[in-house]
């Protein structure tokens, strides 16, 4: 896992070889064992390693034997042996063993379809001096991350918003259109951040930037499907499912330096960490954080687990003294990020990375599975049947066909849609509260600005089954720009590798293709991702697949506003117009947040205004 960087610069036609440098070096955290900086004419690219795969080769960036082709990469691509021997017949020699130099070579063969055959996770920059381009692409589920800034005489990317603020020419300007989806969601959707003219490249996307004209395209490679039902018994499913993800985890494992799992004590983290342990010989090394209250933690159900299959556990309690690492959090976000799991994420990566240089998680279960509550919630708010005819499905893929040929586009104002009964069981603030009570007044036309990023979601699924809009929408945003963004941040500002083998796009295809009634039950309230909990059961018992579903969430509430002291306390910090957010809200507003609102909420607020001390000078 890696840090990479780069500079398309059309204005001098020269390289900048020492601005890619202090790029890469501000990402030094994602890449302890070297470093590489190459400048070819106007095109820069530069790149930080974490040696996973041959480390005594696989160097970046890396060159073909001509001089022609140039590559900055960040991720594992776990077919990379296939695609080698499928290279090598067709006449490519290798000089190392990595996956970088695959991917490389797969450039070279098959231009940006490439992108195509990997199966894995990551972003990527390959500098073509024959097309006299650069190509950045980010893979099918937004696992590894890609930012770029565009202004009129150049394109800066990196992996982390933190390098293009190395840039002397970094202009710290906000979009508050941001800071409002930010209220909205707890996270900013790709493709906006939190500054203007700086950009996510979003899942499933690659970019094409020529070198000798300011010219840029996107287009999207790859979005998920759900297929036709594929009716099966309850053995064979459960058969196919426990083959597949067994196979996933297998691919997953293969590297030259230790690894371990993070076992937080749920469904999914437990069930990759059994099969790790089926496939090793050498005991699992696992990790979990566990809270000074003992309703927010599943210690004892991780270690049933870790007792189980005899791993290697280790532990570690989180108190409020946790809140110290606030400042160094949001510093490496870049922009304000809310999901108070963040907190435990980053404290469990620190605790793994002293003992191991990449992890498995358990990462994508909620969402392949449709295992979140909200999805209930969800279902209860729509009509009892869904039609569905051949007639829908042949328009369905008219209407998918039109929307690659013709890009995407917003949801017309005259189709009925549902998506706004999804924002009060996902978001944060709603839009009245922003609109009439925490926005200054003059910044009230911020709330109405729509969230264009989840209607494009929604319009490319609105013929889907209630079920699968929902898990569409989720694989669209809430998925790769929180979650997997969350531990993308987390674990490379330690240096350590996060994969997540239910994450693989063999699991997402057999998933799509499981019918509702073995999805899910609503016999006695919403209960989902039956196939996974199936398998847990058979491991662990009935009480430990089917209990109530806990999430990794720590004790916010309690840590913020556990005495009427901390609350007037906070109260005074959110509205100091010295440091505070009164600029952008009303005093009032904030005080009856802090002192009625959810502890969502204030969490977020703390977090704006941490971020706003390090990005806004004024």
Request: hydrophobic residues 35%.
């Amino acid at each position: 896992m890696c840090g990479i960087s780069g500079i398309i610069d059309w204005s001098a036609g020269s390289s900048q070889g020492s601005l890619c440098e202090a790029m890469t070096q501000s990402q030094a955290h994602r890449g302890p064992d070297g470093d590489g900086v190459i400048s070819i004419g106007n095109a820069t690219l530069g790149h930080r390693r974490l040696s996973i795969i041959d480390l005594a080769g696989g160097a970046q960036p890396m060159s073909t034997e001509d001089g022609q082709f140039h590559l900055s990469y960040n991720g594992e691509i776990y077919n990379y042996k296939e695609l080698r021997q499928e290279l090598s017949s067709l006449g490519h020699n290798f000089q190392t063993n990595s996956d970088s130099e695959v991917v490389l070579k797969s450039y070279e063969q098959w231009g940006r379809f490439c992108v195509d055959r990997f199966e894995g996770m990551f972003a990527f920059a390959v500098l073509d001096l024959n097309r006299r381009e650069v190509l950045l692409a980010r893979d099918h589920l937004g696992i590894k991350p890609l930012i770029y800034r565009r202004l009129p005489n150049s394109v800066a990317f990196a992996s982390e918003i933190l390098a293009l603020k190395a840039l002397p020419d970094w202009s710290s300007e906000i979009d508050l259109r941001s800071i409002d989806l930010f209220l909205r969601y707890q996270y900013i959707p790709a493709p906006l951040t939190a500054f203007r003219n700086v950009f996510k490249l979003p899942a499933g996307h690659r970019m094409v930037v020529k070198l000798d004209e300011p010219k840029i395209s996107m287009e999207r490679y790859w979005q998920p499907e759900f297929t036709p039902k594929k009716k099966r018994s309850e053995r064979d499913l459960l058969f196919e499912l426990d083959h597949c993800l067994r196979d996933s985890v297998r691919r997953h494992l293969v590297s030259d330096v230790p690894f371990g799992a993070f076992l937080s004590g749920g469904i999914d983290s437990s069930l990759v960490t059994g099969y790790m342990s089926e496939l090793l010989e050498q005991p699992v090394k696992t990790f979990c954080i566990g809270f000074d209250d003992s309703k927010f933690s599943e210690l004892q159900y991780a270690r049933k687990v870790a007792q189980k299959y005899r791993t290697e556990h280790h532990e570690e309690i989180l108190t409020a003294d946790a809140f110290s690492v606030i400042p160094e959090v949001v510093r490496h976000y870049g922009e304000p990020y809310g999901d108070q799991s963040a907190i435990a994420t980053w404290a469990v990566c620190r605790l793994a990375r002293q003992h191991v240089p990449m992890v498995l998680s358990g990462d994508g279960g909620d969402e392949f599975f449709a295992g979140y509550a909200s999805y209930g919630g969800w279902l209860a708010r729509q009509p009892a049947v869904k039609p569905q005819s051949p007639l829908a499905s042949v328009k369905d893929s008219a209407r998918r066909l039109r929307n690659r040929l013709q890009g995407r586009q917003s949801l017309p104002a005259s189709v009925p849609g549902h998506l706004p009964s999804w924002f009060p069981m996902n978001g944060r603030f709603h839009e009245d509260q922003l609109r009439s009570q925490l926005w200054k007044k003059e910044l009230r036309f911020l709330a109405d600005i729509p969230a264009q990023t989840f209607e494009w979601a929604y319009n490319d699924a609105r013929e889907y089954s209630w079920i699968n809009q929902a898990q569409y929408l989720d694989l669209c945003t809430f998925l790769p720009e929180d979650i997997l963004t969350k531990v993308d941040i987390a674990s490379m500002s330690v240096g350590l590798e996060v994969r997540p083998p239910i994450l693989d796009r063999r699991v997402f295809e057999l998933a799509a293709s499981i019918p509702e009634s073995q999805l899910y039950s609503t016999d006695h309230g919403y209960c989902g991702k039956l196939p996974l909990k199936r398998l847990a059961e058979a491991r662990f018992g009935h009480d430990f697949a089917f209990r109530r579903k806990q999430g990794f969430e720590i004790p916010v509430d309690h840590w913020l506003r556990g005495t009427p002291k901390r609350t007037q306390e906070l109260q005074q910090r959110l509205t100091d117009p010295q440091i505070g957010l009164c600029d952008w809200f009303s005093p009032e507003a904030i005080r009856t947040v802090v002192q009625h609102g959810t502890a969502f909420n204030t969490w977020l607020l703390c977090v704006l205004q941490e971020w706003r001390l390090q990005n806004c000078t004024n």
